[in-house]
Nanobody
């Protein structure tokens, strides 16, 4: 059974930074493409970022491009999301997800991911 556990969320002022981490159990981590999604109250789930198995390619949602950076450490079964220049509209529950079969044209779709974490709250105050 694959388990994903996020950490690093919290309260930060606008303009600040946070680094989220997602630890994944199991030996197949290096075979999963990984993604981050977020969901704010009353809003649909939104794609944030994704990274391929080796970390060669990364993808970002338009609202976070230039501010967020996704990375992974296959030796530690961990994926990170560095969030800089945070805005109040970044407030949401952030969840990481793992995809067994990666396809570039579906990287932004939640349905493309097979395993999900419980999420971590990020709150950005103005």
């Amino acid at each position: 059974q694959v388990q994903l556990v996020e950490s690093g969320g919290g309260l930060v002022q606008a303009g600040g930074s946070l680094r989220l981490s997602c630890a994944v159990t199991g030996r197949a981590f290096s075979r999963y493409a990984m993604g981050w999604f977020r969901q704010a109250p009353g809003k649909e789930r939104e794609f944030v970022a994704a990274i391929t198995t080796s970390g060669t390619f990364t993808y970002y949602g338009d609202s976070v491009k230039g501010r967020f950076t996704i990375s992974r450490d296959n030796a530690k079964n961990t994926v990170h999301l560095q969030m800089n220049s945070l805005k109040p509209e970044d407030t949401a529950v952030y969840s990481c997800a793992a995809s067994v079969v990666f396809q570039q044209n579906t990287v932004e779709r939640g349905a493309a991911y097979d395993y999900w974490g419980q999420g971590t709250q990020v709150t950005v105050s103005s």
